[in-house]
């Protein structure tokens, strides 16, 4: 007879760990960043913007290497303790010793008021003054040493609201990237003073004179990359650790919760299993979310030294800030600079196994067959990522045989679906019955449009007759909200310009505003930009300005949402986002002169295209009255997102934008430097949507 019906508790009657693994990318992806910068490491972006776009993986903590002088026994997790015993008096534990304070495995207590282990100039960039930087005596009065600037804008209140005295640790969980500074009271008594200078590296000038001197020796040491991937199943976890290995030797899987014969392979339905195993399984399947493939991958560049003897802490072996012993801190710096540059080079060739692999079509059958598990459970994620149609068939109600259907994919914007055009040659029914299958696979999705006209107008929208709704409940208006990485926007698909493909950037961007920076944000649309920049980090002010009167109101019924919104993990909650996000209506070019020069620290650019003018063909001047009209606006080591678009030959380098970008910088008398070229997403073919992201480095007196 024929085979017994699956339990309820089959597996193909669960939702496959493909779901569950990617809410927990979701979840992970959308915490704020916990470090002190608030931010992901500069030279860890690309990596961790090329892993993240992989439906595979997701990155929960980086370091792109640093550099820093530190006292005590070198041992992250301990905690900066004051001494004061009228602190500790009310936190004894037990034993008498007070609750927290670290010990050794002598049980030896850490008691001075630097704490067992504080770190001190902690620097992500190459020493250009050694002198300064090795400089023990004036660690007090200089904190940063001509190292990374101490953010001080919101990073005080941040640490005030931690145990007096104590100083964060900027311990990193999933999701908060690492890029930790230990602030201790005398530099927070200095960001204190100094509030409202925003991250420009100068001298912090403390009002005490004493020398610092330390309790205990003085080391100097050296952090090469680290980074740590989860994977959704063992072969990725291989994949990635294959690629990882030729630039560096220190890759494994640090967590294996699970097993492939577990999660990763579903019976067929005509298996004769017993109620009890299925559900068994079924439990093991879906308890803490799926199995966890934990990769960790380190570099091998490592420096640890001592700068000063137990005898005397506070004088420097090798450099005591004279002429005679300086060239010993130059060849300090260049201990430390050369693997700083050997690390760099590591983590490039990284990025660049990563691009290939995701550009090989024989390495994507593993998130073609995540997306089609998705489609087959009914369950997606929609946040921001086009859902495929191979695979799908078109059923002949006369013949047995099955067809592939016309179209490849379609974006999903909240709960409606948009196809780019209607297929050719298909008659209203069979389109009727596309738009319903599309329904069918995915329950989130309520109504089917297609799009019947080009992007070919100055907001880029379709027009109020260039949609047409092929499936679900009439609606008189295209309007729908969308979520990404816990934010909503509401989106008037008839009217403005969204892309769903281009949650990725988005993130990206977020991922690099640091604490208390004011940001810009030009062609603002219905914001998501602005919206998760807002939500995501601590920056201090984010202003958004947009022409399209439509945008805008969408723009500002998503900035009422935001209050409301539990799930924003900045400062202040859902109401503080509201307060920090400015909306400006009105042309961008009539705007922009109104603001303060050297009033931003970030510009963000995603321009529409401009017809002919843009492009490999175009006349390449497109967007340099708005690069003009912004450049003056930016404090110096600003960095902007340059948004254009080039042919597929002019990548990686992008010479016809650099040298537009470059030609704009010297009219207005300013030197920058590029930072990166990022592919953002295809307009047509062979032509691409790419980002530059160039940074202010001074102002030009030739």
């Known amino acids: 007879g024929p085979p017994p019906s699956p339990p309820p508790s089959h597996p193909n009657n669960q939702p496959h760990h493909t779901t569950h693994f990617q809410t927990r990318k979701t979840n992970c992806l959308s915490k704020r960043d916990k470090s002190s910068a608030g931010r992901i490491d500069p030279r860890a972006v690309d990596i961790c913007a090329a892993i993240n776009e992989r439906r595979e993986y997701y990155t929960t903590s980086s370091c792109s290497g640093r550099c820093f002088m530190y006292v005590g026994d070198g041992i992250k997790s301990w905690h900066s303790i004051s001494s004061d015993s009228s602190e500790n008096e009310d936190v004894k534990g037990a034993s008498g010793v007070p609750e927290g304070l670290a010990t050794t495995q002598n049980n030896h207590v850490s008691t001075g008021k630097l704490g067992f282990f504080q770190r001190y100039r902690v620097n992500h960039d190459l020493i250009h003054e050694p002198a300064r930087y090795f400089n023990i005596s004036t660690i007090k009065e200089d904190p940063t040493g001509g190292g990374d600037p101490i953010p001080t804008v919101g990073q005080y209140d941040y640490f005030k609201s931690t145990a007096k005295g104590n100083v964060a640790n900027g311990e990193c969980e999933e999701g908060g990237h690492e890029n930790t500074y230990d602030l201790g009271k005398d530099e927070l008594n200095g960001i204190e003073q100094l509030n409202g200078s925003i991250g420009n590296g100068n001298n912090v000038e403390n009002e005490s004179t004493v020398p610092f001197v330390p309790a205990t020796p003085l080391w100097l040491r050296y952090e090469p990359f680290i980074l740590h991937v989860m994977c959704q199943s063992l072969n990725a976890a291989s994949k990635l650790m294959n690629l990882a290995r030729p630039s560096f030797k220190n890759v494994g899987l640090t967590t294996w919760s699970g097993s492939e014969k577990d999660y990763d392979v579903i019976p067929n339905t005509d298996d004769v299993v017993s109620p009890d195993d299925y559900q068994q399984k079924s439990n093991k399947q879906c308890?803490?979310?799926?199995?966890?493939?934990?990769?960790?991958?380190?570099?091998?560049?490592?420096?640890?030294?001592?700068?000063?003897?137990?005898?005397?802490?506070?004088?420097?072996?090798?450099?005591?800030?004279?002429?005679?012993?300086?060239?010993?801190?130059?060849?300090?710096?260049?201990?430390?600079?050369?693997?700083?540059?050997?690390?760099?080079?590591?983590?490039?060739?990284?990025?660049?196994?990563?691009?290939?692999?995701?550009n090989m079509e024989e390495t994507d059958d593993l998130a073609h067959a995540d997306i089609e598990a998705d489609e087959n459970d009914g369950v997606g994620d929609y946040d921001g990522v086009n859902q495929s149609l191979d695979g799908m068939t078109n059923y002949n109600n006369n013949s047995k045989s099955k067809s592939k259907l016309p179209i490849r994919s379609y974006d999903v914007v909240g709960d409606v679906a948009v196809l780019n055009s209607l297929p050719e040659n298909f008659s209203e029914q069979s389109i009727q019955q596309l738009g319903e299958t599309i329904l069918s696979r995915n329950k989130g999705i309520k109504i089917c449009l297609a799009r019947t006209t080009s992007l070919s107008t100055t907001d880029r929208s379709p027009g109020s007759s260039g949609l047409v709704q092929i499936a679900g409940p009439k609606r008189a208006q295209f309007i729908t909200s969308h979520y990404e990485y816990g934010v909503k926007c509401v989106v008037d698909l008839s009217h403005t310009f969204f892309s769903p493909r281009m949650a990725p950037e988005r993130l990206r961007l977020s991922q690099q505003v640091a604490r208390g920076e004011r940001v810009l944000v030009v062609f603002a649309g219905v914001g998501m930009e602005a919206l998760q920049i807002v939500a995501r980090t601590e920056a201090r002010e984010v202003f958004a300005i947009e022409k399209n009167e439509v945008a805008v109101e969408c723009l500002r019924r998503a900035k009422r949402m935001l209050e409301r919104n539990k799930t924003v993990t900045c400062p202040g909650g859902g109401k503080g986002a509201m307060e920090r996000l400015h909306i400006v209506e009105g042309d961008a070019l009539d705007i922009l002169p109104t603001f303060e020069c050297g009033s931003f620290d970030r510009i963000v650019a995603p321009r529409p295209k401009e017809g002919s003018s843009d492009g490999d063909l175009g006349t390449g001047d497109a967007g340099t009255a708005f690069l003009s009209a912004m450049l003056p606006l930016l404090k110096l080591k600003g960095e902007v997102h340059w948004y254009d678009f080039a042919a597929d030959h002019e990548l990686p380098t992008c010479e016809r934008t650099r040298e537009t970008v470059q030609r704009v910088c010297d009219k207005c008398g300013l030197d920058m430097e590029v930072i990166r070229v990022a592919k953002v997403g295809s307009v047509a073919k062979r032509q691409l949507r790419i980002c530059m992201d160039f940074r202010i480095t001074g102002i030009n007196k030739t």
């Not at 570099?299 to 005591?320: A, C, K, Q, R, W």
């Not at 490039?348 to 692999?357: N, T």
Request: proline residues 6%; hydrophobic residues 40%.
């Open 287 to 358: 308890k803490g979310g799926g199995p966890r493939y934990l990769v960790a991958i380190w570099g091998d560049e490592g420096l640890d030294m001592p700068l000063s003897l137990p005898t005397s802490p506070g004088v420097g072996i090798f450099y005591n800030g004279d002429e005679i012993t300086e060239k010993n801190a130059e060849w300090l710096a260049q201990l430390v600079n050369e693997r700083h540059v050997r690390n760099w080079r590591k983590i490039e060739r990284f990025v660049e196994a990563m691009r290939e692999f995701h």
